[in-house]
């Protein structure tokens, strides 16, 4: 038993030794999972999914089709962060793929990035009833779950899309139009809020607003 320790720290030591070289100097408990003893990985959106499971953490599971988990690239660059599925997304299980999903989409393609290149979620993961707005509790049983995605993927950029995502992500009670268009910091990842799609669907003169915080996206990408 003794021995197997003294082999398993030896292991660690050069593990970390390797780290270092390569100028890690610290690895984010978060990012990892011991299944066993002495067996540590990193975890993996799969991983952040399953335990996820059939959640009925908080009341909204009550009225959904499906669970919006999100999707995309899981080593995205860009990550856009919607409020809560819609009843298409509730259909479909997938992120914005209504309307406003459609428009994201183009919204996207006009800065070249393909949605499979970007990563979309939203603050919850379950239809509210009637499209209302997440409530507190709501959103502390989710968002957990978004903060590991996040960890997983650590985008550089985060875009948060429309008032209830900007003002959760950022703690703040800010109005988006106050927000928008200004980059701030999400434990080193950049956060930037723009208008939500379905409310350039209503107000399509402010699209060009979202334009231009589009590109400070792509020059910021590089
Ligand atoms: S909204 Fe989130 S916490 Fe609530 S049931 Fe759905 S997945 Fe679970």
Redesign the pocket.
């Known amino acids: 038993m003794d021995e197997n320790i003294n082999e398993l720290i030896s292991d660690l030591k050069s593990y970390l030794e390797y780290l270092k070289g390569m100028g890690i100097v610290s690895i984010p408990a978060s990012e990892m999972k011991a299944d066993e003893p002495g067996q540590s990985t990193m975890i993996t959106l799969e991983d952040v999914r399953k335990e996820?499971g059939d959640?009925?953490?908080?009341?909204?599971?009550r009225g959904?089709k499906t669970?919006v988990?999100g999707e995309g690239n899981e080593k995205a660059t860009l990550m856009l962060i919607g409020e809560?599925p819609g009843y298409d997304e509730d259909v479909q299980g997938r992120p914005f793929v209504g309307r406003a999903g459609q428009l994201l989409t183009k919204i996207l393609q006009s800065i070249n990035l393909p949605r499979e290149e970007v990563y979309i979620a939203n603050i919850?993961?379950?239809r509210p009833p009637q499209n209302r707005n997440?409530e507190p509790d709501?959103i502390q049983?989710?968002t957990p779950?978004l903060m590991k995605q996040i960890q997983v993927i650590q985008p550089k950029i985060i875009c948060a899309l429309g008032a209830f995502s900007a003002q959760t992500l950022l703690k703040t009670d800010v109005k988006i139009t106050a927000l928008r268009g200004k980059f701030y910091d999400l434990e080193g990842i950049k956060v930037i809020p723009t208008y939500h799609p379905a409310f350039l669907l209503r107000n399509p003169e402010r699209k060009r607003e979202v334009w231009e915080d589009m590109k400070k996206i792509v020059e910021l990408l590089g």
């Open positions: 996820l959640c009925k953490r908080c009341k909204l599971h959904r669970i988990f809560g919850i993961k379950c997440p709501e049983s989710c779950f």
